[in-house]
């Protein structure tokens, strides 16, 4: 593509889908871990990784793409 608004659009919108695939399964965590209530001992996630593991095993691996396109929508 030639230099000018055509292009910088189109990178622009490539690197908001890369951030935002790249991005999505840890900011799921992390939202899930914060909202954990209890947190640490007692609470429904012990950390990071067993929040990752249970997404996984419950609601499969595309679980943690929930919330993508909005994220994308802001991104792009």
């Known amino acids: 593509m030639k230099e000018g ?3 910088h659009f189109t990178a622009s919108f490539v690197a908001g889908l890369a951030a935002t695939t790249l991005a999505a399964p ?3 965590v992390k939202s899930r871990v914060m909202a954990d ?3 640490g001992k007692g609470g429904l996630y012990s950390g990071p990784i067993d929040c990752l593991v249970k997404t996984v095993r419950h609601e499969g691996a595309l679980a943690l793409f929930r919330g993508w396109t909005a994220s994308y929508v802001r991104l792009g």
């Open 26 to 28: 840890a900011d799921l």
């Open 5 to 7: 608004t055509a292009l």
């Open 37 to 39: 209530r209890k947190g």
